[in-house]
C-alpha cells in the first residue's frame, strides 16, 4: 500500500465526516419549512444546529486542503470544469449562514418568513449541487488530456447526476430529521416523526434506483464489484444499517438511530470510493486520461509530513467536535442569545 493510497482513504474519510455532520444540517434546512409551523418552533429548529453548524463546515475546509497538498492535479481539473458550480456552492453556502444569523434580528413576520425559504432553498440547492458532483465523478468527465475537463454547467446536469443529486437530498432530509427527533418535544418533535418514514421511503426509492442505474451504466464502477466479491460487502452494510435505522427508532433507540442513518451515509460514500479506485477522476474520452491515485498524487516526502500533521490534528479536530456536541446535548431550548 501506498502512501497515496492511504491519503485517498483518509480523504475518502474526511468527506464522509462531512456529509455526516454537515449532511443533518443541510436536511434541517429541508425540513424547516414544513416540521415547524409557529415562529418558536423554526426558532427551536434553528437552534437545534446552532452551536455546531459552523464546526461542521470545517470538515470541508479539511478535505479542500487534503485534495490540494495530496492531489493537486485533481484540484486543478474540477476546478477547470467545475468552477462555475464550485461558485454556486459557495453562494448557497453564504446564503445559509446569513440566513441563520439574520433570520431573528427583526419581529417582522415577511422578514422572518423570507429568510425561513432562503434557508430552505439554500440548504436544498447545497445538497443537489453536492449530489450533482459526486454523479458527475462516478460517471465521468470530458476530462482532456492535458487536464482541462470540457463541460459546461449545463453538461453537468445530466440525468444520471440529477438522480444522484436528488437521491442526496432525500438521503440528508432523512438524517436531519433523526436529528431533529432528537432535538425537539412536544407537537413538533410528533410532526418530525412524521416526517421520517416519509423520509425513509423517500431515500429507500430513490437509491435503489441510483444503485441500479450505476449498475447498468456506469461500467467503471460496475466493473469492480462485479470482478471481485469483497466490494459488494459496503453497500450490503448500508442497506443493513438502513433497516437498523428503523429498527431502532421503532425501538425507542433515537440516538443509535441517529448514529445508523450516519453509518449508511459513510458506507454509500465508501462504496463509490471503492467502485472509483485508484480512479480520483475518470474520463468519458479516454481512460489513459484518468487522474488516478499514481498520477495524481504530491511527492512521497509531502505526503509524509502530511500524514504526520494529520496525525497530530485529526484527533484534535475530532476531540472538539466531540466536546460540542457533548455540552449542546439534550433537547434545544431558547434562551436570550438564541438565533
Not at 459526486?134 to 465521468?140: H, K, L, S
Request: hydrophobic fraction near 55%.
Amino acid at each position: 500500500m501506498s502512501l497515496g493510497d492511504v491519503w485517498f482513504g483518509l480523504f475518502v474519510i474526511i468527506i464522509a465526516g462531512y456529509l455526516i455532520l454537515d449532511g443533518f444540517d443541510m436536511g434541517v434546512g429541508i425540513l424547516h419549512p414544513f416540521v415547524a409551523k409557529t415562529d418558536e418552533e423554526r426558532r427551536i429548529v434553528l437552534n437545534s444546529i446552532g452551536p455546531v453548524w459552523d464546526g461542521n463546515e470545517v470538515w470541508i475546509v479539511l478535505a479542500g486542503g487534503v485534495l490540494f497538498a495530496a492531489f493537486s492535479p485533481v484540484y486543478a481539473s474540477l476546478f477547470s470544469g467545475f468552477y462555475l458550480a464550485f461558485m454556486l456552492v459557495l453562494l448557497v453556502m453564504i446564503l445559509r449562514t446569513v440566513a441563520i444569523e439574520f433570520r431573528s434580528k427583526r419581529p417582522s413576520h415577511r422578514w422572518r418568513q423570507s429568510w425561513d425559504w432562503v434557508f430552505f432553498i439554500a440548504s436544498l440547492g447545497l445538497a443537489l449541487l453536492l449530489g450533482v458532483a459526486f454523479g458527475n465523478i462516478i460517471a465521468g468527465v470530458d476530462l482532456a488530456q492535458d487536464g482541462d475537463i470540457k463541460e459546461s454547467l449545463i453538461d453537468l446536469l445530466n440525468p444520471y447526476a440529477l438522480l444522484i443529486g436528488v437521491s442526496t437530498v432525500s438521503m440528508f432530509a432523512l438524517h436531519g430529521a433523526l436529528f431533529l427527533n432528537l432535538k425537539t418535544e412536544g407537537e413538533l418533535e410528533r410532526c418530525v416523526r412524521r416526517s421520517i418514514p416519509i423520509a425513509m421511503a423517500g431515500f429507500f426509492a430513490l437509491t435503489t434506483i441510483a444503485v441500479i442505474s450505476t449498475a447498468i451504466w456506469q461500467d467503471e464502477v460496475s466493473d469492480r464489484f462485479l470482478s471481485e466479491v469483497w466490494p459488494m460487502i459496503f453497500p450490503g452494510l448500508a442497506l443493513v444499517t438502513l433497516v437498523a435505522t428503523w429498527y431502532l427508532l421503532q425501538r425507542g433507540l433515537d440516538f443509535w438511530a441517529f448514529i445508523a442513518s450516519g453509518a449508511t451515509i459513510a458506507l454509500l460514500l465508501i462504496s463509490g470510493a471503492i467502485g472509483m479506485f485508484p480512479n480520483l477522476l475518470i474520463s468519458s474520452i479516454n481512460n489513459d486520461y484518468n487522474l488516478t491515485v499514481d498520477n495524481s498524487a504530491a511527492a512521497s516526502n509531502t505526503l509524509t509530513v502530511m500524514l504526520v500533521v494529520a496525525l497530530i490534528g485529526i484527533p484534535l479536530v475530532l476531540l472538539y467536535t466531540a466536546g460540542i456536541y457533548y455540552f449542546f446535548r439534550g433537547k434545544t431550548a431558547l434562551g436570550p442569545d438564541s438565533y
